[in-house]
């Protein structure tokens, strides 16, 4: 049995190459900036809205990261930023 592995965007992924994206993500890491300061309230009323918005580079490095980990299963948006920030500090050395 091979092992799936199950990334979650549950929120925006934009991309500096597509322009019209940016707008949108700046608007989004103000909503999840707020909903950090209530505590989460905001996650009831506005979803995936209250995320932050991912970057489409980060969300490619966590999947290979994770892939190469042997990762399976579901891999949550802090996890996806933790698995990218691996990625850089590799590259940095």
Do not use: D, H, K, Q
């Given at each position: 049995m091979s092992n799936i592995l199950y990334i979650s965007v549950i929120g925006?992924?934009?991309?500096?190459?597509?322009g019209?994206?940016?707008?949108m993500?700046?608007?989004m890491t103000?909503?999840?900036?707020l909903n950090k300061?209530?505590?989460?309230?905001?996650?009831?009323?506005?979803?995936?809205a209250a995320q932050k918005p991912l970057d489409t580079e980060i969300v490619g490095q966590a999947v290979v990261r994770a892939i190469a980990n042997g990762l399976?299963?579901?891999?949550e948006v802090d996890d996806i930023e933790r698995l990218s920030k691996e990625v850089w500090r590799e590259g940095m050395l």
């Open positions: 925006f992924l934009f991309s500096s190459e597509r019209f994206t940016m707008p993500s700046y608007a103000a909503t999840s900036i300061a209530s505590g989460g309230f905001l996650s009831g009323i506005l979803g995936g399976s299963g579901l891999v």
